[in-house]
């Protein structure tokens, strides 16, 4: 009997441990921002690089700067790659198209004399193609009267009923009122997307100084030029474009769980879906 409660004590413990760690894991999950990190530069050419973290670069997913490689990395060790070709697989591939190219070049050299001298030996040759284009033609007749019998079917299949009832759903006051929440709800979601810090500098210049006057006017208007960070520097004697710049920020999705139970808990927002559902079985 002692070993029997030996036995399920030592279950107990290991199944206690799995799921402290399990709520372990989710509360990390859960709380733990998702870090983001986006940097690059253009100078006639876009270079770019990438880092998203969590639990402090624990796993990471990233690009860097003189590669096309995106690995996944556990404590900083690349394990997996996601996306990217290897080094030197490019210049197998275009060596392989190139010799392909040649073989096929020289086998249609060599195959195109022998069919035309069957094609000219042939007394029928050109009966067969004039049989062949009247073919075509026939199809083609065959295909124009199908797709205007469905373009009618689909004239006869509108009704005037449909669209008065997605105009009187859109003016209702109540749709009205759920559709500003959702607008705001819109709204708050991204402005929580956007990064928490912006560093950019560029250097613009169209050649013209008037242009280049005019065309920094007009990026002055917009409140992004504004932002603590960015620094637009006019050139007025040469046509250049070019930017260096980097974006930075963090998700948590904690933000997201709560906003799908709002969501859900809106009765509103549920008897606008039921109307829509209702819209679409009578429209089909």
């Avoid at 073989?103 to 001298?117: L, M, T, V, W």
């Avoid at 109540?174 to 810090?197: I, S």
């Avoid at 065309?215 to 960015?230: D, K, M, N, T, V």
């Avoid at 050139?235 to 859900?264: P, T």
Wanted: glycine letters at 12%; one cysteine or more; aromatic letters at 8%.
């Amino acid at each position: 009997m002692a070993i029997v409660l030996a036995v399920l004590k030592w279950i107990g413990i290991v199944l206690g441990g799995v799921l402290g760690l399990a709520l372990l894991f989710g509360v990390l999950v859960v709380f733990v921002p998702v870090r983001y990190r986006l940097s690059g530069s253009y100078r006639d050419v876009l270079r770019y690089q990438f880092r998203v973290s969590w639990l402090c670069r624990i796993v990471s997913v990233g690009k860097r700067i003189n590669s096309d490689a995106i690995w996944l990395r556990l404590f900083g060790i690349p394990v997996v790659r996601l996306a990217g070709d290897r080094p030197g697989t490019k210049e197998r591939t275009s060596a392989g198209a190139t010799g392909t190219d040649r073989g096929a070049g020289e086998g249609k050299a060599g195959s195109e004399e022998p069919e035309s001298r069957r094609q000219s030996g042939k007394p029928g040759g050109n009966h067969d193609t004039g049989h062949a284009q009247t073919g075509k033609k026939k199809s083609i007749s065959k295909g124009k009267s199908t797709s205007g019998k469905k373009n009618k079917k689909r004239k006869k299949a509108f009704s005037f009923d449909i669209l008065s009832g997605i105009i009187n759903f859109v003016r209702d006051t109540e749709n009205k009122r759920v559709f500003r929440k959702m607008r705001n709800e819109l709204r708050l979601l991204l402005c929580y997307l956007a990064p928490r810090k912006i560093n950019g500098r560029f250097v613009i210049g169209t050649g013209d100084p008037a242009s280049t006057g005019l065309l920094i006017g007009g990026i002055s208007l917009l409140p992004f030029a504004y932002r603590e960070g960015i620094v637009i520097t006019p050139d007025f004697d040469d046509r250049v474009f070019a930017a260096d710049g980097m974006i930075k920020g963090q998700i948590r999705i904690l933000y997201f769980i709560r906003l799908c139970i709002r969501l859900y808990r809106d009765k509103e927002l549920r008897k606008l879906w039921n109307k829509i559902q209702k819209l679409k079985k009578e429209a089909a």
